[in-house]
T-cell receptor, first 115, second 114 residues
Framework: EPEVTQTPSHQVTQMGQEVILRCVPI?????FYWYRQILGQKVEFLVS????????KSEIFDDQFSVERPDGSNFTLKIRSTKLEDSAMYFC?????????????FGPGTRLTVL | GDSVTQMEGPVTLSEEAFLTINCTYT??????LFWYVQYPGEGLQLLLK?????DKGSNKGFEATYRKETTSFHLEKGSVQVSDSAVYFC?????????????FGKGTLLTVNP
């Protein structure tokens, strides 16, 4: 069964460092998403991506964040200069179609710890 | 703004007990509603969904009915198993334009004891 994969499973970094979180969406999917969950809080939407451009982003997704689909398979989230409050579980998701009838398939997440 | 509120956990039940996890929503439009489940060490998986009022989503013995009048989508299961132990997330999505994001509740940890 096809699945979304994410690497690494756990990333530890120093404040101010750049991190890149990687995701491989399901191969025939066209819509890609990043969400995050700070420990004990809600899963929050960060950004959606379609046709090689951002289609929507949340207030959290400021200039420190960027996304890229560098080749036909990977979808990355870059945090340019990490802050302590960026520590969270980051989930990648993809869907074949958009909208309420399009199921989003999630990866297992990357736990980011900023020291 | 759009939001989802679900009952606080953790919820601990014995095997074969009845489960209800409450979920209510606030939305500016007419949302689709979802329950996602996260088993230990895994990603979020769609458990069931409903796209219009009075629809009942069901899967693996779990059910939830879209109630527009009470803006609710409560998750129920008649007889839980140890393997149902997981975190359950209620979520909504508003279609239209590019607004396909999921808005989640906080999640409810369910532990089922043998």
């Amino acid at each position: 069964e096809p699945e979304v994969t994410q690497t690494p499973s756990h990333q530890v970094t120093q404040m101010g460092q750049e991190v890149i979180l990687r995701c491989v969406p399901i191969s025939n999917h066209l819509y890609f998403y990043w969400y995050r969950q700070i420990l004990g809080q809600k899963v929050e939407f960060l950004v959606s991506f379609y046709n090689n451009e951002i289609s929507e982003k949340s207030e959290i997704f400021d200039d420190q964040f960027s996304v890229e689909r560098p080749d036909g398979s990977n979808f990355t989230l870059k945090i340019r200069s990490t802050k302590l409050e960026d520590s969270a579980m980051y989930f990648c998701a993809s869907s074949e179609i958009a909208g309420g009838t399009g199921e989003q398939f999630f990866g297992p997440g990357t736990r980011l710890t900023v020291l | 703004g759009d939001s989802v509120t679900q009952m606080e956990g953790p919820v601990t039940l014995s095997e074969e007990a009845f489960l209800t996890i409450n979920c209510t929503y606030t939305a500016t439009g007419y949302p689709s509603l979802f329950w996602y489940v996260q088993y230990p060490g895994e990603g979020l998986q769609l458990l069931l969904k409903a796209t219009k009022a009075d629809d009942k989503g069901s899967n693996k013995g779990f059910e939830a009915t879209y109630r527009k009048e009470t803006t609710s989508f409560h998750l129920e299961k008649g007889s839980v198993q140890v393997s149902d132990s997981a975190v359950y997330f209620c979520a909504l999505s508003l279609s239209g334009g590019s607004n396909y994001k999921l808005t989640f509740g906080k999640g409810t940890l369910l532990t089922v004891n043998p």
